[in-house]
Nanobody, 120 residues
Framework: EVLLVESGGGSVQPGGSLRLSCAASGFTFDDYAMNWVRQAPGKGLEWVSRISASVGTTWYPESTKGRFTISRDNAKNTLYLQMNSLESEDTAVYYC?????????????WGQGTQVTVSS
């Protein structure tokens, strides 16, 4: 059974930092690209970052580039998201999502999410 379990969310003031973790099990972690996706209150899903399977190439949208860093520890089957210079617009539930593995097929498994609240 594939399981993705996020942790590390919480409340932080603007300008602060948080580090999210996603513990993965039930599949060969280093065979798959992984992603972070978020959903702000009343809004749709927004892709936050992506990391390739083994080489660790990363991608970010403009909204998180330069502030967020995605990484993975394949020995620990864990995905991370270091978030710095947080803004109120970053308030959302953050999910880790596993790539399906076939180009264009999107994500096939999601975690339960962890809440991040940025407020003064």
């Amino acid at each position: 059974e594939v399981l993705l379990v996020e942790s590390g969310g919480g409340s932080v003031q603007p300008g602060g930092s948080l580090r999210l973790s996603c513990a993965a099990s039930g599949f060969t972690f280093d065979d798959y690209a992984m992603n972070w996706v978020r959903q702000a209150p009343g809004k749709g899903l927004e892709w936050v970052s992506r990391i390739s399977a083994s080489v660790g190439t990363t991608w970010y949208p403009e909204s998180t580039k330069g502030r967020f860093t995605i990484s993975r520890d394949n020995a620990k089957n864990t995905l991370y998201l270091q978030m710095n210079s947080l803004e109120s617009e970053d308030t959302a539930v953050y999910y880790c999502a596993k790539d399906h593995g076939l180009p264009g097929w999107g994500y096939d498994y999601w975690g339960q999410g962890t809440q991040v609240t940025v407020s003064s």
